[in-house]
């Protein structure tokens, strides 16, 4: 019997090529997005399945199992991909602004694997998979609330493979770099304060730069790949980096002092 995936986000990007890769490969696919009736192109795949799902909203992770079960039996792996950016001078940020950022990224993950969690105890096994980012492990101006929720998704799926391990629950993160999908475009929130001087040279320097990589950077297929790898492998990894030089700039962070490793991203901050 084919396995089953359900994906958050999988309208655009990351989560639309995943799952259309799973289904390639034969597994059942559970695509949850926010407005399914305006999905064209996955339905159409076999094995496919679209359900509506907004992470923020409590009751549609509740009863989100339950419809999959209904189609596909059982579910074997979460990936929690659904996820935006919200980006520019902090200073210009309002309360909402934060806390629309990590009810996405962080809290909306957190409710519902709490739902899963249980779920795949009874089963005796499972697979939760988050996407994380290369900058959940080190930051860039004008990221800080995306960063800041990256870096506390990474704390808390760190934490979450120590307490599941004993439960046959494997517990994964997806650390993409930059990649070509419509996160510098529909799935970014730029702060505008018309009030808040002083950040004209950096923002056009850093959002810029950031859009130009973003488009000659590989496609979402090259995650979609590691999250097939993160799924199927028998180990019990926690990160995989992926995408353009990912590895190199996380083992950059890691091995270099801090202060060189800062000046390595004020001198990219200046170019």
């Not at 309360?95 to 089963?123: A, H, S």
């Not at 505008?192 to 004209?200: A, F, I, T």
Request: glycine share 8%.
């Amino acid at each position: 019997m084919p396995k089953t995936i359900l994906i958050t986000g999988a309208s655009s990007g990351i989560g639309r090529a995943t799952a259309r890769l799973f289904a390639e490969k034969g597994w059942n696919v559970a695509a949850t997005m926010r407005s399914p009736e305006e999905e064209t192109e996955l339905k159409e795949l076999k094995n496919l399945k679209l359900y509506r799902l907004d992470v923020t909203k409590k009751e549609h992770l509740q009863n989100i199992i339950s419809q999959v079960e209904d189609d596909f039996t059982s579910i074997e792996v979460l990936f929690n991909n659904a996820g935006y950016g919200a980006v520019g001078a902090f200073e210009k940020s309002s309360e909402e602004d934060v806390l629309n950022q990590f009810r996405v990224n962080l809290f909306g993950i957190m409710d519902l694997t709490r739902e899963f969690i249980p779920y795949f105890r009874k089963k005796g096994e499972g697979v939760i998979i988050n996407t994380s980012s290369v900058v959940g492990r080190f930051t860039i101006p004008l990221y800080s609330l995306y960063c800041s929720s990256k870096w506390a998704l990474e704390g808390f799926t760190e934490a979450l493979q120590y307490e599941l391990r004993q439960f046959n629950i494997k517990v994964k993160m997806i650390e993409p770099a930059a990649i070509k999908t419509e996160f510098h475009g529909r799935s970014l929130k730029v702060f505008e304060d018309d009030s808040v001087k002083g950040y004209e040279k950096m923002e056009k320097n850093i959002l810029s730069g950031m859009k130009k990589r973003n488009e000659k950077a590989p496609g979402p297929e090259v995650v979609a790949e590691t999250v097939l790898k993160a799924a199927t492998d028998s180990n019990q990894k926690l990160r995989y980096p992926t995408g353009k030089g990912a590895g190199a700039v996380l083992l950059a962070r890691k091995i270099l002092p801090t202060s060189w490793f800062n000046k390595m991203v004020f001198k990219q901050q200046n170019r």
